[in-house]
Protein backbone atom coordinates (compact mmCIF):
# COMPACT_ATOMS: atom_id res chain seq x y z
CA UNK A 1 0.00 0.00 0.00
CA UNK A 2 1.64 5.01 -1.39
CA UNK A 3 2.20 2.43 0.36
CA UNK A 4 5.34 9.22 2.16
CA UNK A 5 1.32 10.00 2.27
CA UNK A 6 0.23 7.51 4.44
CA UNK A 7 -1.82 6.08 1.99
CA UNK A 8 -0.86 2.50 0.96
CA UNK A 9 1.31 1.90 -2.99
CA UNK A 10 -0.65 -0.27 -5.23
CA UNK A 11 1.16 -3.27 -6.87
CA UNK A 12 1.44 -3.88 -10.55
CA UNK A 13 3.24 -6.42 -12.78
CA UNK A 14 5.37 -5.59 -15.67
CA UNK A 15 5.87 -8.08 -18.09
CA UNK A 16 10.08 -8.99 -18.07
CA UNK A 17 9.99 -8.09 -22.24
CA UNK A 18 9.16 -9.14 -25.77
CA UNK A 19 10.65 -12.22 -25.47
CA UNK A 20 9.96 -12.66 -28.82
CA UNK A 21 12.71 -10.73 -30.69
CA UNK A 22 14.93 -13.28 -29.18
CA UNK A 23 13.43 -16.09 -31.65
CA UNK A 24 13.67 -13.93 -34.25
CA UNK A 25 17.66 -13.55 -34.23
CA UNK A 26 19.65 -14.82 -36.35
CA UNK A 27 22.95 -14.25 -35.37
CA UNK A 28 25.76 -16.27 -36.61
CA UNK A 29 28.15 -16.10 -33.25
CA UNK A 30 27.96 -16.36 -29.56
CA UNK A 31 26.13 -12.90 -29.09
CA UNK A 32 22.39 -13.30 -29.04
CA UNK A 33 19.96 -10.39 -30.21
CA UNK A 34 19.39 -7.78 -27.43
CA UNK A 35 16.29 -8.65 -25.41
CA UNK A 36 14.05 -6.13 -24.15
CA UNK A 37 13.43 -6.76 -20.32
CA UNK A 38 11.58 -4.97 -17.28
CA UNK A 39 15.00 -3.80 -15.63
CA UNK A 40 18.41 -3.14 -16.69
CA UNK A 41 20.32 -5.11 -19.20
CA UNK A 42 22.16 -7.33 -16.47
CA UNK A 43 26.03 -7.34 -15.81
CA UNK A 44 27.71 -9.66 -18.68
CA UNK A 45 28.88 -13.06 -16.92
CA UNK A 46 32.98 -13.80 -16.28
CA UNK A 47 32.11 -16.56 -18.73
CA UNK A 48 32.20 -15.42 -22.05
CA UNK A 49 32.41 -17.34 -25.70
CA UNK A 50 36.59 -17.97 -26.06
CA UNK A 51 37.39 -17.76 -22.51
CA UNK A 52 37.81 -21.61 -22.20
CA UNK A 53 41.77 -21.84 -23.35
CA UNK A 54 42.33 -23.61 -26.24
CA UNK A 55 37.99 -23.73 -27.28
CA UNK A 56 37.45 -22.66 -31.07
CA UNK A 57 35.22 -20.20 -32.41
CA UNK A 58 32.14 -22.10 -33.12
CA UNK A 59 29.68 -20.63 -35.77
CA UNK A 60 26.83 -22.31 -33.94
CA UNK A 61 25.90 -21.55 -29.90
CA UNK A 62 24.38 -23.48 -27.24
CA UNK A 63 21.92 -20.30 -27.25
CA UNK A 64 21.02 -20.88 -30.75
CA UNK A 65 20.30 -24.30 -30.11
CA UNK A 66 18.46 -23.58 -26.88
CA UNK A 67 16.46 -21.13 -29.38
CA UNK A 68 16.00 -24.03 -32.17
CA UNK A 69 14.88 -26.69 -29.43
CA UNK A 70 17.61 -28.59 -30.69
CA UNK A 71 18.76 -30.87 -27.98
CA UNK A 72 20.50 -33.20 -29.80
CA UNK A 73 22.79 -29.67 -30.96
CA UNK A 74 22.75 -29.13 -27.14
CA UNK A 75 23.90 -32.43 -26.23
CA UNK A 76 27.12 -32.55 -29.08
CA UNK A 77 27.78 -29.27 -28.01
CA UNK A 78 27.86 -29.95 -23.95
CA UNK A 79 29.79 -33.13 -24.62
CA UNK A 80 32.76 -31.30 -26.64
CA UNK A 81 32.80 -28.11 -24.31
CA UNK A 82 30.79 -29.15 -20.91
CA UNK A 83 31.13 -25.41 -19.35
CA UNK A 84 29.58 -24.08 -22.05
CA UNK A 85 26.01 -24.89 -19.75
CA UNK A 86 27.05 -21.65 -17.51
CA UNK A 87 27.92 -19.50 -21.02
CA UNK A 88 25.98 -16.63 -20.77
CA UNK A 89 25.15 -14.44 -23.68
CA UNK A 90 25.35 -10.63 -24.13
CA UNK A 91 22.23 -10.28 -21.84
CA UNK A 92 23.52 -12.76 -19.34
CA UNK A 93 21.37 -15.28 -19.97
CA UNK A 94 22.76 -18.86 -19.59
CA UNK A 95 21.21 -21.69 -21.50
CA UNK A 96 18.40 -22.36 -18.66
CA UNK A 97 17.42 -19.00 -18.01
CA UNK A 98 16.72 -18.64 -21.81
CA UNK A 99 14.79 -21.60 -21.91
CA UNK A 100 13.10 -21.06 -19.15
CA UNK A 101 12.09 -17.91 -20.53
CA UNK A 102 11.52 -18.82 -24.39
CA UNK A 103 9.39 -21.68 -22.35
CA UNK A 104 10.73 -24.98 -23.57
CA UNK A 105 10.04 -27.62 -20.92
CA UNK A 106 11.66 -30.12 -22.63
CA UNK A 107 14.93 -28.03 -23.07
CA UNK A 108 14.89 -26.73 -19.87
CA UNK A 109 14.43 -30.25 -18.37
CA UNK A 110 17.53 -31.87 -20.47
CA UNK A 111 19.58 -28.97 -19.37
CA UNK A 112 18.73 -29.68 -15.65
CA UNK A 113 19.42 -33.12 -15.64
CA UNK A 114 22.42 -32.16 -17.76
CA UNK A 115 23.86 -30.15 -14.67
CA UNK A 116 22.50 -26.73 -15.35
CA UNK A 117 22.07 -25.15 -11.90
CA UNK A 118 18.79 -23.71 -10.64
CA UNK A 119 20.23 -20.87 -8.32
CA UNK A 120 19.93 -17.20 -9.38
CA UNK A 121 23.22 -16.80 -8.57
CA UNK A 122 24.67 -19.12 -11.22
CA UNK A 123 22.14 -17.42 -13.81
CA UNK A 124 23.40 -14.09 -13.22
CA UNK A 125 20.66 -13.54 -10.52
CA UNK A 126 17.66 -14.48 -12.24
CA UNK A 127 15.20 -16.38 -10.53
CA UNK A 128 13.69 -18.90 -13.23
CA UNK A 129 10.43 -19.27 -11.31
CA UNK A 130 9.88 -15.73 -11.95
CA UNK A 131 10.67 -15.95 -15.74
CA UNK A 132 7.88 -18.65 -15.91
CA UNK A 133 5.14 -16.94 -13.81
CA UNK A 134 5.95 -14.06 -16.32
CA UNK A 135 5.10 -16.38 -18.84
CA UNK A 136 1.94 -17.97 -17.31
CA UNK A 137 3.83 -20.92 -18.09
CA UNK A 138 1.88 -23.31 -16.05
CA UNK A 139 4.11 -26.73 -16.96
CA UNK A 140 6.94 -24.92 -16.41
CA UNK A 141 6.01 -23.53 -13.33
CA UNK A 142 4.94 -27.12 -11.85
CA UNK A 143 7.82 -28.67 -12.78
CA UNK A 144 10.13 -26.02 -11.17
CA UNK A 145 8.18 -25.77 -8.16
CA UNK A 146 8.38 -29.58 -7.62
CA UNK A 147 11.96 -29.77 -7.86
CA UNK A 148 14.29 -31.30 -5.22
CA UNK A 149 17.44 -30.60 -6.07
CA UNK A 150 19.93 -32.55 -4.14
CA UNK A 151 21.93 -30.39 -1.63
CA UNK A 152 20.73 -27.11 -1.62
CA UNK A 153 17.83 -25.44 0.17
CA UNK A 154 14.72 -25.54 -1.93
CA UNK A 155 14.38 -21.74 -0.35
CA UNK A 156 17.24 -20.69 -2.43
CA UNK A 157 15.04 -21.03 -5.53
CA UNK A 158 11.81 -21.56 -4.84
CA UNK A 159 11.47 -18.26 -3.09
CA UNK A 160 14.33 -16.50 -4.77
CA UNK A 161 13.80 -13.04 -5.33
CA UNK A 162 14.56 -11.41 -9.28
CA UNK A 163 17.06 -8.18 -9.82
CA UNK A 164 13.39 -6.37 -9.44
CA UNK A 165 13.49 -7.52 -5.45
CA UNK A 166 10.22 -9.65 -6.17
CA UNK A 167 9.91 -13.48 -5.33
CA UNK A 168 7.87 -15.79 -7.91
CA UNK A 169 4.59 -15.58 -5.36
CA UNK A 170 5.02 -11.87 -5.10
CA UNK A 171 4.10 -11.41 -8.95
CA UNK A 172 1.82 -14.86 -8.82
CA UNK A 173 0.00 -12.63 -6.43
CA UNK A 174 0.20 -9.40 -7.78
CA UNK A 175 -1.28 -10.13 -11.18
CA UNK A 176 -3.82 -12.51 -9.39
CA UNK A 177 -2.97 -15.58 -10.87
CA UNK A 178 -4.55 -17.74 -8.68
CA UNK A 179 -3.80 -21.14 -9.93
CA UNK A 180 -0.52 -20.21 -10.06
CA UNK A 181 0.16 -18.75 -6.42
CA UNK A 182 -1.57 -22.35 -5.31
CA UNK A 183 1.09 -24.66 -7.20
CA UNK A 184 3.28 -22.52 -5.52
CA UNK A 185 2.08 -22.86 -2.34
CA UNK A 186 1.59 -26.50 -2.33
CA UNK A 187 5.34 -26.92 -3.56
CA UNK A 188 6.63 -25.03 -0.53
CA UNK A 189 7.12 -21.38 -1.47
CA UNK A 190 7.05 -19.21 1.46
CA UNK A 191 3.82 -17.05 2.12
CA UNK A 192 5.73 -14.64 4.19
CA UNK A 193 8.70 -14.25 1.99
CA UNK A 194 9.44 -10.62 2.12
CA UNK A 195 10.12 -8.46 -1.20
CA UNK A 196 13.54 -7.00 -0.76
CA UNK A 197 15.84 -4.16 -2.86
CA UNK A 198 19.06 -5.26 -3.66
CA UNK A 199 21.79 -2.16 -2.78
CA UNK A 200 24.02 -3.34 -5.81
CA UNK A 201 20.91 -3.40 -8.56
CA UNK A 202 18.77 0.00 -9.70
CA UNK A 203 16.06 1.20 -7.66
CA UNK A 204 12.63 -0.87 -8.45
CA UNK A 205 9.74 0.66 -9.97
CA UNK A 206 6.31 0.66 -8.72
CA UNK A 207 5.51 -3.04 -8.75
CA UNK A 208 7.50 -3.19 -6.05
CA UNK A 209 7.43 -3.00 -1.80
CA UNK A 210 10.46 -3.10 -0.27
CA UNK A 211 9.45 -5.75 3.03
CA UNK A 212 5.87 -6.13 1.31
CA UNK A 213 4.97 -9.41 1.50
CA UNK A 214 2.69 -11.54 -1.08
CA UNK A 215 -0.28 -10.91 1.81
CA UNK A 216 0.60 -7.23 1.31
CA UNK A 217 0.40 -7.37 -2.10
CA UNK A 218 -2.87 -9.30 -2.32
CA UNK A 219 -4.53 -6.44 -0.25
CA UNK A 220 -3.70 -3.81 -1.96
CA UNK A 221 -4.12 -5.14 -5.38
CA UNK A 222 -5.54 -2.44 -7.92
CA UNK A 223 -9.07 -1.86 -9.00
CA UNK A 224 -9.13 -4.21 -12.06
CA UNK A 225 -8.48 -7.18 -9.36
CA UNK A 226 -12.38 -7.88 -8.59
CA UNK A 227 -13.05 -7.57 -4.70
CA UNK A 228 -13.90 -11.38 -5.38
CA UNK A 229 -10.98 -12.13 -6.80
CA UNK A 230 -8.90 -10.21 -4.12
CA UNK A 231 -10.70 -11.88 -1.31
CA UNK A 232 -10.03 -15.44 -2.61
CA UNK A 233 -6.15 -14.76 -3.13
CA UNK A 234 -6.13 -13.28 0.49
CA UNK A 235 -7.67 -16.45 1.89
CA UNK A 236 -5.74 -18.60 -0.14
CA UNK A 237 -2.54 -17.43 1.61
CA UNK A 238 -3.93 -17.33 4.93
CA UNK A 239 -4.81 -21.07 4.16
CA UNK A 240 -1.33 -21.66 3.69
CA UNK A 241 0.38 -19.46 6.70
CA UNK A 242 0.52 -15.64 5.56
CA UNK A 243 0.65 -13.21 8.35
CA UNK A 244 -1.04 -10.41 8.88
CA UNK A 245 1.47 -9.00 11.42
CA UNK A 246 4.37 -8.00 9.13
CA UNK A 247 4.80 -4.57 7.99
CA UNK A 248 6.76 -3.28 4.62
CA UNK A 249 9.97 -1.51 5.16
CA UNK A 250 9.10 1.31 3.65
CA UNK A 251 6.91 3.15 5.40
CA UNK A 252 5.44 0.39 8.38
CA UNK A 253 2.48 -0.28 7.07
CA UNK A 254 0.84 -3.54 7.78
CA UNK A 255 -1.61 -5.83 5.16
CA UNK A 256 -4.88 -3.83 7.00
CA UNK A 257 -3.79 -0.85 5.60
CA UNK A 258 -3.32 -1.00 2.40
CA UNK A 259 -6.63 -3.46 2.26
CA UNK A 260 -8.79 0.61 3.06
CA UNK A 261 -8.72 1.60 -0.46
CA UNK A 262 -11.22 -1.35 -2.15
CA UNK A 263 -13.84 -0.05 0.84
CA UNK A 264 -14.81 -3.82 1.23
CA UNK A 265 -15.57 -5.25 4.84
CA UNK A 266 -15.48 -8.68 3.44
CA UNK A 267 -11.76 -8.34 2.84
CA UNK A 268 -11.24 -6.41 5.90
CA UNK A 269 -12.58 -10.05 7.73
CA UNK A 270 -10.30 -12.32 5.54
CA UNK A 271 -8.05 -10.01 6.98
CA UNK A 272 -8.56 -9.43 10.34
CA UNK A 273 -10.40 -13.41 10.89
CA UNK A 274 -7.07 -14.76 8.57
CA UNK A 275 -4.45 -16.36 10.79
CA UNK A 276 -5.72 -19.39 12.87
CA UNK A 277 -2.34 -19.07 14.67
CA UNK A 278 -2.26 -16.15 17.09
CA UNK A 279 1.23 -14.93 16.57
CA UNK A 280 0.61 -14.16 12.97
CA UNK A 281 -2.19 -11.97 13.40
CA UNK A 282 -2.36 -8.31 13.96
CA UNK A 283 -4.87 -6.87 15.95
CA UNK A 284 -7.41 -4.64 14.15
CA UNK A 285 -6.02 -1.48 15.38
CA UNK A 286 -2.27 -2.26 14.49
CA UNK A 287 -0.68 1.23 14.03
CA UNK A 288 2.00 2.10 11.64
CA UNK A 289 5.78 0.99 12.58
CA UNK A 290 9.26 2.07 12.03
CA UNK A 291 8.10 5.21 9.78
CA UNK A 292 10.89 7.79 8.69
CA UNK A 293 8.24 10.35 9.32
CA UNK A 294 7.04 10.59 12.80
CA UNK A 295 3.56 11.76 12.12
CA UNK A 296 2.81 8.23 10.55
CA UNK A 297 3.93 6.25 13.82
CA UNK A 298 1.16 4.15 15.07
CA UNK A 299 -1.21 5.35 12.24
CA UNK A 300 -3.62 2.85 12.52
CA UNK A 301 -5.92 1.36 9.25
CA UNK A 302 -8.79 3.23 10.51
CA UNK A 303 -7.64 6.68 10.14
CA UNK A 304 -6.57 5.70 6.75
CA UNK A 305 -9.82 4.65 5.92
CA UNK A 306 -11.22 8.01 6.95
CA UNK A 307 -8.51 10.40 5.80
CA UNK A 308 -9.65 8.24 2.17
CA UNK A 309 -13.36 8.80 3.07
CA UNK A 310 -14.21 5.16 2.84
CA UNK A 311 -17.01 5.30 5.21
CA UNK A 312 -17.89 1.63 4.55
CA UNK A 313 -14.25 0.56 5.92
CA UNK A 314 -14.75 3.05 9.02
CA UNK A 315 -18.32 1.83 10.00
CA UNK A 316 -17.10 -2.21 9.44
CA UNK A 317 -13.44 -1.64 11.58
CA UNK A 318 -15.08 0.15 14.37
CA UNK A 319 -17.81 -2.67 14.54
CA UNK A 320 -15.33 -5.09 14.80
CA UNK A 321 -13.48 -3.45 17.61
CA UNK A 322 -11.35 -0.63 16.29
CA UNK A 323 -10.83 2.23 19.06
CA UNK A 324 -11.70 5.68 17.11
CA UNK A 325 -10.16 7.62 19.75
CA UNK A 326 -6.89 5.66 19.04
CA UNK A 327 -4.15 8.30 19.00
CA UNK A 328 -0.80 8.11 16.46
CA UNK A 329 2.40 9.15 17.75
CA UNK A 330 1.40 13.10 17.34
CA UNK A 331 -1.86 12.49 19.39
CA UNK A 332 -3.94 12.37 16.56
CA UNK A 333 -7.89 10.55 16.22
CA UNK A 334 -9.28 9.31 13.04
CA UNK A 335 -11.44 12.31 13.69
CA UNK A 336 -8.14 14.55 13.13
CA UNK A 337 -7.80 12.52 9.38
CA UNK A 338 -11.10 12.49 8.34
CA UNK A 339 -11.21 16.50 9.09
CA UNK A 340 -8.16 17.17 6.62
CA UNK A 341 -9.19 14.28 4.70
CA UNK A 342 -6.60 12.46 2.47
CA UNK A 343 -4.99 15.17 -0.07
CA UNK A 344 -1.42 16.89 0.94
CA UNK A 345 -1.71 20.89 0.83
CA UNK A 346 -0.98 22.25 -2.38
CA UNK A 347 -1.91 23.03 -5.93
CA UNK A 348 -2.74 19.63 -6.77
CA UNK A 349 -5.20 18.76 -3.85
CA UNK A 350 -8.27 17.68 -4.90
CA UNK A 351 -10.19 20.18 -2.51
CA UNK A 352 -13.66 19.29 -4.23
CA UNK A 353 -13.55 15.34 -3.37
CA UNK A 354 -12.49 16.38 0.49
CA UNK A 355 -15.34 18.76 0.65
CA UNK A 356 -17.42 15.98 -0.54
CA UNK A 357 -16.16 13.10 1.76
CA UNK A 358 -15.04 14.94 4.70
CA UNK A 359 -18.42 16.33 6.27
CA UNK A 360 -20.37 12.87 5.86
CA UNK A 361 -17.29 10.97 7.35
CA UNK A 362 -17.29 13.63 10.29
CA UNK A 363 -20.46 13.19 11.11
CA UNK A 364 -20.43 9.59 10.97
CA UNK A 365 -17.75 9.44 13.68
CA UNK A 366 -19.02 12.05 15.77
CA UNK A 367 -22.48 10.56 16.20
CA UNK A 368 -21.94 6.64 15.65
CA UNK A 369 -24.22 6.48 13.03
CA UNK A 370 -24.41 6.56 9.07
CA UNK A 371 -28.57 7.25 9.54
CA UNK A 372 -29.47 9.99 7.08
CA UNK A 373 -25.47 10.64 5.65
CA UNK A 374 -25.85 11.12 2.09
CA UNK A 375 -22.97 10.03 -0.35
CA UNK A 376 -23.86 12.72 -2.89
CA UNK A 377 -23.69 15.89 -0.44
CA UNK A 378 -21.74 18.91 -1.09
CA UNK A 379 -20.26 17.06 -4.52
CA UNK A 380 -19.10 20.41 -5.79
CA UNK A 381 -18.23 21.79 -2.65
CA UNK A 382 -20.98 24.45 -2.57
CA UNK A 383 -22.16 25.76 0.57
CA UNK A 384 -24.33 24.48 2.49
CA UNK A 385 -28.43 25.70 3.16
CA UNK A 386 -27.36 26.58 6.86
CA UNK A 387 -26.20 29.81 6.54
CA UNK A 388 -27.59 33.05 6.36
CA UNK A 389 -26.67 36.00 4.01
CA UNK A 390 -23.51 36.73 5.88
CA UNK A 391 -22.16 33.33 5.87
CA UNK A 392 -23.25 33.00 9.32
CA UNK A 393 -24.34 29.40 10.36
CA UNK A 394 -27.58 29.04 11.40
CA UNK A 395 -27.32 28.19 15.10
CA UNK A 396 -30.99 26.74 15.71
CA UNK A 397 -29.63 24.32 12.67
CA UNK A 398 -27.42 23.17 14.99
CA UNK A 399 -27.41 18.83 14.87
CA UNK A 400 -27.14 18.12 18.26
CA UNK A 401 -31.10 19.29 18.75
CA UNK A 402 -32.23 16.39 16.86
CA UNK A 403 -29.02 13.49 17.36
CA UNK A 404 -29.33 10.17 16.12
CA UNK A 405 -28.96 7.46 18.59
CA UNK A 406 -25.63 6.00 17.94
CA UNK A 407 -24.95 2.48 16.71
CA UNK A 408 -21.30 2.25 17.56
CA UNK A 409 -18.53 3.72 19.46
CA UNK A 410 -18.26 7.66 18.54
CA UNK A 411 -15.28 10.15 18.42
CA UNK A 412 -14.31 12.82 20.80
CA UNK A 413 -15.25 16.04 18.64
CA UNK A 414 -12.92 18.28 20.56
CA UNK A 415 -9.93 15.48 20.77
CA UNK A 416 -6.36 17.41 21.39
CA UNK A 417 -3.45 16.29 19.65
CA UNK A 418 0.43 16.56 21.78
CA UNK A 419 -0.01 20.22 20.49
CA UNK A 420 -3.35 21.39 21.79
CA UNK A 421 -4.78 20.85 18.18
CA UNK A 422 -8.57 19.73 17.44
CA UNK A 423 -9.99 18.11 14.08
CA UNK A 424 -10.87 21.78 13.63
CA UNK A 425 -7.84 23.48 13.63
CA UNK A 426 -6.98 20.70 10.89
CA UNK A 427 -9.76 21.89 8.76
CA UNK A 428 -9.36 25.36 9.45
CA UNK A 429 -5.83 24.58 8.32
CA UNK A 430 -6.82 23.10 5.41
CA UNK A 431 -9.25 25.05 4.11
CA UNK A 432 -11.87 22.63 4.38
CA UNK A 433 -14.88 24.53 4.74
CA UNK A 434 -18.07 22.24 4.58
CA UNK A 435 -15.85 19.86 7.05
CA UNK A 436 -15.42 22.75 9.61
CA UNK A 437 -18.86 23.86 8.88
CA UNK A 438 -20.24 20.04 10.01
CA UNK A 439 -17.19 20.02 12.98
CA UNK A 440 -19.27 23.64 14.72
CA UNK A 441 -22.66 22.39 14.44
CA UNK A 442 -22.02 19.28 15.78
CA UNK A 443 -20.01 20.95 18.73
CA UNK A 444 -16.27 21.55 18.07
CA UNK A 445 -15.39 24.60 20.07
CA UNK A 446 -13.86 27.19 18.39
CA UNK A 447 -12.48 28.55 21.06
CA UNK A 448 -9.68 26.36 21.96
CA UNK A 449 -6.01 27.29 21.54
CA UNK A 450 -3.21 25.02 19.78
CA UNK A 451 0.21 25.36 20.61
CA UNK A 452 0.87 23.82 17.09
CA UNK A 453 -0.66 21.58 14.59
CA UNK A 454 1.05 18.00 12.87
CA UNK A 455 0.21 19.12 9.06
CA UNK A 456 2.86 19.42 6.37
CA UNK A 457 5.85 19.58 8.79
CA UNK A 458 5.10 20.32 12.37
CA UNK A 459 4.79 23.81 12.54
CA UNK A 460 4.53 25.12 16.09
CA UNK A 461 2.13 28.07 15.63
CA UNK A 462 -0.12 28.80 18.27
CA UNK A 463 -3.89 29.88 17.98
CA UNK A 464 -7.28 29.62 17.26
CA UNK A 465 -9.19 27.79 14.31
CA UNK A 466 -9.95 31.02 13.04
CA UNK A 467 -6.55 32.26 13.32
CA UNK A 468 -5.20 29.29 11.32
CA UNK A 469 -7.11 29.61 8.80
CA UNK A 470 -6.35 33.41 8.53
CA UNK A 471 -2.51 32.61 8.59
CA UNK A 472 -3.33 29.63 5.78
CA UNK A 473 -5.01 32.40 3.35
CA UNK A 474 -8.68 30.54 3.91
CA UNK A 475 -10.45 33.74 4.24
CA UNK A 476 -13.80 31.93 4.07
CA UNK A 477 -13.25 29.75 6.70
CA UNK A 478 -12.47 32.14 9.04
CA UNK A 479 -15.72 33.83 8.42
CA UNK A 480 -17.68 31.56 9.37
CA UNK A 481 -16.09 30.28 12.56
CA UNK A 482 -16.31 33.50 13.62
CA UNK A 483 -19.89 33.78 12.69
CA UNK A 484 -20.01 31.00 14.35
CA UNK A 485 -18.64 32.42 17.77
CA UNK A 486 -20.24 35.40 17.61
CA UNK A 487 -23.99 33.28 17.41
CA UNK A 488 -22.46 30.90 19.88
CA UNK A 489 -21.71 34.06 22.17
CA UNK A 490 -25.25 34.82 21.72
CA UNK A 491 -26.61 31.57 22.60
CA UNK A 492 -24.11 31.66 25.33
CA UNK A 493 -25.44 34.91 26.83
CA UNK A 494 -28.92 33.96 26.45
CA UNK A 495 -29.03 30.89 28.29
CA UNK A 496 -26.70 32.68 31.28
CA UNK A 497 -29.71 35.40 31.34
CA UNK A 498 -32.33 32.57 31.26
CA UNK A 499 -30.35 30.83 34.25
CA UNK A 500 -30.32 34.55 36.13
CA UNK A 501 -33.70 35.11 35.72
CA UNK A 502 -35.07 31.66 36.81
CA UNK A 503 -32.69 31.74 40.17
CA UNK A 504 -33.77 35.42 40.49
CA UNK A 505 -37.54 33.85 40.81
CA UNK A 506 -36.77 30.93 42.79
CA UNK A 507 -34.89 33.66 45.27
CA UNK A 508 -37.57 35.90 45.27
CA UNK A 509 -40.37 32.85 45.63
CA UNK A 510 -38.20 31.20 48.61
CA UNK A 511 -38.22 34.72 50.73
CA UNK A 512 -41.90 35.02 50.01
Known sequence: ????????RKQRWKLL???KSAIKSSSSNTKTSRMATSGPTPARSTI???????????LYSIHDAVRDRNIQQIREILKAHPCDIYLTDDQGMTPLTLSVLLGSLTVAKFL?????????EDNNDESLLCLAVAQKNIPMITWLAALRPPGIDRSEFLDALDLVGNSALHYSVGRNLLEITRILLVNGADPNVQARHKPDKPSPGTDFVDGGTPLLYAAGAPKDISSQDTIAMVKLLMRHGAATNIPERINGTFPLHHAMDRNDPALIDAIVDGPHDPSLRAPVDVGIIGNQDKHM??????????ALGKRRAVKHLILRGADPNRVNSFGETCLHWAAGGHDEPGPDADT????????????????G???GINDDEDDNGNKNNDTDDNNNIIIDDVVEDNTPTPRWATCNINATTNLGSTPLHAAAWLGRLNTAKTLLKLGADPFIVAEGIHIETVHDVRGTPVEYARLKGHFEVAEVIEGWERELKKKRKREREER????????????S
Not at 297 to 306: D, E, N, S
Not at 502 to 507: I, L, M, R, S
Open 369 to 371: TDV
Open 1 to 8: MDPGDGRP
Open 112 to 120: YDSGASLLP
Open 297 to 306: QGTTALMHAA
Open 500 to 511: EEKAAEEEKGSG
Open 17 to 19: GAF
Open 352 to 367: KRNERLGPPMVRMLVL
Open 48 to 58: QSGAVPDKPRR
